[in-house]
């Protein structure tokens, strides 16, 4: 049976604490009290909360003394709270309150509802914590049981998965390190929103468009660290047409294809047995690649070739793009490797990581010729005849 969340209340006067009890009362949480802020900080020695109420006006410690204090001690130092104010509040106390840490703030009297529903979302965040901590443990302890089941056959594989061992352990703390924070910055934001932009000038409401699409990029971000640090994990082999897969992936972009005025020329292709997956994600990213990184006044071209090499074949994909100085050919396959601003051409310098890796998967190798001059660049990549 799960543990129920505690809420501290903090009031010097009894009668609001009753008051704020009674608005509680059918939410399934446990509700601690405290007359004053040295009281308070005497409770969370004892309990662990997943939220805070705090007056502001009482004597002796007030409500800002007790949230300074709550925010320098480890343990309570992402604690959320809620000031509640028992006079009205200007612009000036609100944003003294939110320095420090506050994630809400509500003048007295207030109605109900606007209470309950703030509660609410902070107790569903706290039961999405302790669900992804615990999926989390769960996920880690089936990795570790994994890597003890595999038998010889899978030996290749596993061998990858030792080699990329700190990448396992960054999908496990992005999963938890990274994204979670940033979705209750986002839902911090939301409730910031909704509490002040209406009050707030045009010069606020143009700083609050940028942090959201600063929290936008920052999520797409991690996404795309997660699946570079996945990749390896499918081991099926599958016998794929690439004419087939190619125009597949064509279709896929076809939006950034038809956008671009882009012209994409595909010769004879293979058939081999490969991560079907994977090799879709090279060919997608080179192609993106190709389109994105052009001058304005270029259109796209674009040739996809294969060549048979004893028991292996080379592919290519060429484009007539801005080109890659010679200094660069090497550093543009690791991960952060960027050669643009990101203003210029977006992006965060991990296709090409991605596809080195998928490549190597495949025992094959990846490599780039270009020139300048022409503004001509090819990536090649091999990928054996038989994959034992």
Not at 115 to 134: G, P, T, Y
Not at 314 to 320: A, E, I, L, P, Q
Request: hydrophobic content about 40%; overall charge negative.
């Amino acid at each position: 049976m799960k543990a129920k969340p505690k809420i501290l209340i903090v009031d010097d006067k009894p009668e609001n604490l009753v008051a704020l009890r009674t608005v509680l009362k059918n939410l399934d949480i446990l509700v601690v009290e405290a007359t004053s802020g040295n009281e308070a900080l005497k409770k969370t020695l004892h309990h662990d909360f997943a939220l805070a109420l705090l007056d502001i006006k009482m004597p002796g410690m007030d409500g800002y003394e007790l949230a300074k204090i709550l925010r320098e001690e480890e343990k309570t130092a992402h604690l959320p709270f809620i000031f509640i104010s028992a006079v009205y509040t200007d612009n000036t106390d609100v944003f003294k309150g939110y320095e420090k840490g506050a994630f809400s703030f509500i003048t007295k009297p207030f109605q109900p509802e606007i209470l309950i529903n703030k509660v609410k979302f902070f107790i569903d965040r706290h039961h999405q914590e302790i669900a992804l901590s615990e999926l989390n443990k769960e996920l880690k302890n089936k990795n570790e049981e994994l890597a003890f089941q595999n038998d010889e056959k899978e030996k290749r594989t596993m061998d990858l998965i030792i080699a990329n061992k700190e990448l396992e352990q960054f999908s496990y703390i992005a999963s938890h390190d990274l994204q979670e924070p940033l979705r209750t910055v986002s839902n911090y934001m939301k409730l910031f929103e909704e509490d002040y932009l209406g009050i707030l000038d045009e010069n606020a409401g143009k700083y609050l468009l940028r942090v959201n699409n600063a929290i936008k990029r920052m999520s797409i971000l991690i996404k795309a660290l997660l699946d570079f640090s996945r990749l390896g994990h499918n081991t099926k082999l599958t016998f794929v047409n690439f004419k087939k897969l190619i125009g597949e992936v064509i279709t896929d972009l076809d939006t950034l294809i038809k956008s671009s005025n882009a012209v994409i020329e595909v010769t004879k292709m293979p058939e081999l047995n490969v991560f079907e997956i994977e090799i879709h994600q090279v060919f997608k990213n080179l192609i993106t690649n190709a389109i994105k990184f052009r001058a304005n006044d270029t259109r796209p071209e674009i040739q996809i070739h294969s060549e048979k090499m004893d028991e292996k074949w080379k592919f290519s994909v060429t484009d007539n793009g801005i080109g890659i100085a010679p200094e660069h050919f090497e550093r543009i396959f690791d991960i952060f490797q960027r050669l643009h601003p990101y203003e210029e051409y977006e992006g965060y310098g991990i296709g090409l990581a991605n596809c080195k890796k998928i490549v190597q998967l495949h025992q094959g190798k990846i490599w780039v010729e270009s020139n300048q001059a022409t503004r001509e660049t090819t990536f090649y990549f091999t990928i054996p005849n038989l994959i034992i």
